[in-house]
């Protein structure tokens, strides 16, 4: 394992996100040897919810600014005023099917946000700079094999072009201009507070109200499912452990067919709530696959393991028995699938990653 580093006072973009609100309530509660400042800045833009946070909104370590990223002064205001020693950058448009009707808008944030917080960690070259990336800059996988942290990149859509050019800059940042910088790329996350956009939230709500389960063409695409809990650690041990300069996969070492991941779904419903799971199966229907959909994502996420002795904790059965009990709990959610399902039909009409 590498030298650890001492972490003081953070800036979390896209805190208020799914995977950033996970990683902020984990290193709040998680972990006892953080005693800095967490800065959370994020626009609060559809995806982005305070409520997910709201279990450790009064702690005194913790603030909220609402800001974008693209705003390079006010990136540099809060690093100075809250003496930001290392920023985590979650902030990122990250669905396909919205990168597929307006892929400018991942250009301005995933590429042109990064260049503006790059520019800030430039001025301020004592700021180590976590970037947090996709397995999807990869490409496409066969029936076989798995990405590695030497997999050419191979970007198949719009969103996907614009996380690998982000990438590359974060790279070269730190190449060029000699500052701490660290990469990571992931698999799909899930779990709890995922917005309802994504697959398994929206298949989970989908079945606990009776709506239409919609699958890609056959359903065989194939993913590597991480639960988020799993993932905000493996970052907090990269942010302490990890070395200058490099790239880490981090994966749920879980592969599930699309349509096998549905029918698992369908059956944990049907065991907690009582539902028939015949009449579930029912709601399942077959939709026209989306252009540039990747076949297969898998992740070999051994160098993280041998490195900084990381390893996923939760199997796919709790973790989806977890996200299933927090969503049936949590119906409220329920209310924003109505509203984006109607309201996206025409430009997203299959709201989900996968």
């Known amino acids: 394992m590498h030298k650890q580093r001492k972490i003081n006072n953070l800036l979390v973009t896209g805190g208020a996100g799914f995977i950033g609100s996970a990683f902020i309530r984990y290193i709040l509660t998680s972990d006892p040897s953080f005693e800095g400042k967490c800065v959370n800045l994020d626009l609060l833009t559809y995806a982005g919810n305070l409520a997910n946070l709201r279990t450790i909104e009064n702690d005194p370590r913790y603030s909220f600014h609402k800001g974008d990223i693209c705003d390079g002064d006010l990136i540099e205001q809060l690093c100075v005023e809250n003496e930001i020693d290392t920023i985590v950058h979650f902030a990122a448009e990250s669905h396909v099917d919205r990168s597929i009707a307006n892929p400018k808008a991942f250009i301005e944030t995933n590429v042109i946000g990064t260049f503006h917080l790059l520019e800030v960690v430039r001025k301020y070259p004592h700021i180590h700079f976590h970037h947090v990336s996709t397995d999807e800059v990869y490409g496409c996988l066969g029936d076989t094999g798995a990405f590695n942290e030497q997999t050419p990149y191979h970007p198949n859509s719009p969103y996907s072009a614009s996380k690998a050019a982000s990438d590359h800059f974060v790279r070269a940042y ?181």
């Open 174 to 354: 730190g190449i060029t201009y000699n500052l701490s910088t660290c990469i990571s790329n992931c698999s799909n996350n899930y779990g709890p507070y995922q917005f309802p956009e994504k697959l398994i939230p929206l298949m989970i709500l989908s079945c606990l109200n009776r709506h239409p389960l919609p699958v890609y063409g056959e359903g065989k695409n194939v993913r590597d499912w991480l639960f988020v809990e799993d993932h905000a650690k493996a970052l907090w041990m990269l942010l302490t452990y990890g070395k200058k300069g490099e790239t880490y996969n981090i994966g749920g070492e879980e592969e599930w067919k699309n349509i096998d991941l549905v029918k698992e779904i369908i059956r944990v419903v049907a065991e907690i709530t009582g539902e028939d799971n015949k009449t579930l199966e029912a709601l399942i229907s077959f939709v026209k696959d989306r252009p540039g959909h990747d076949f297969r994502y898998a992740i070999d996420c051994s160098k993280i393991k041998k490195e900084i002795d990381w390893k996923p904790e939760h199997s796919f059965s709790a973790g989806l028995k977890k996200t299933v009990k927090w969503y049936i709990d949590n119906q409220q959610v329920a209310g924003s699938i109505n509203r984006f399902i109607h309201d996206d039909a025409k430009t997203t009409p299959m709201l989900q990653k996968n």
